[in-house]
């Protein structure tokens, strides 16, 4: 009788594991996704919006808008080749949208991708969505903004956007610190009574 060694067996499931992550991993890749070093409600963060190049016919992205919720802090950074532009509501002293646009020669070839970073104060809100539009050499538009299913299912075409964490409130923490430190004190007047005792019986 054969004998399968386990080694191999091993190895085939390792490779099928890998593959089918990497068959899951593609098509959602392929999003204009958005990310942040952090994600506190009303707080700063740097954002990072990944645009993947998907075009057919060999066309470069050359700007790439992004929707901003009529927020009152937003820097761009530098960025080789592109210029950005910032569309802001000078009498509500909000920025209404990024515009970043490739110089002239340049942009996002097939099978690439380009990372867009700003720095933001984000809303007091649970979750804050980007929507954005991808514009091609040929004249191609992709809007990046559908909502999330009701069922959770995500669309074709789905929003950047970004679920907002609390931080600690300053009276929460005060009120933590405080509990902490009398722990301590207590723990030092036991320590404190049971070394005198100690010593009156000696």
């Known amino acids: 009788m054969r004998t399968i060694t386990r080694a191999p067996l091993r190895a085939f499931i390792t490779v099928a594991a890998a593959a089918s992550t ?14 942040a070093n952090h994600a506190d409600a009303g707080e700063y963060a740097m954002l990072t919006f990944r645009v993947p190049e998907e075009s057919d016919t ?7 808008t992004v929707d901003i919720p009529d927020l009152t802090s937003v820097r761009t950074e530098v960025m080789p080749g592109w210029t950005a532009r910032l569309d802001r509501d000078t009498a509500a002293g909000t920025v209404r949208s990024i515009t970043w646009t490739a110089v002239p020669g340049t942009g996002i ?8 970073r700003a720095s933001v104060k984000l809303p007091d809100d649970d979750s804050v969505s980007f ?14 903004d559908q909502p999330a299913t009701p069922d959770g299912a995500e669309p074709e075409l789905p929003a950047p956007a970004l679920e907002l964490s609390r931080a600690a409130t300053p009276a929460a923490t005060d009120t933590g610190t405080r509990w902490l430190a009398g722990g301590a004190l207590g723990v030092a007047a036991v320590a404190l009574a049971v070394a005198l005792i100690g010593r009156r019986r000696a």
Do not use: K, M, N
């Open 58 to 64: 060999g066309a470069l992205t050359t700007e790439l």
């Open 22 to 35: 990497l068959a899951l991993a593609g098509p959602a890749s392929a999003h204009v996704r958005v990310e």
């Open 131 to 144: 929507p954005a539009t991808q514009i091609y050499d040929d004249g191609t538009v992709v809007r990046w």
């Open 109 to 116: 070839s097939p099978d690439q991708f380009a990372l867009f």
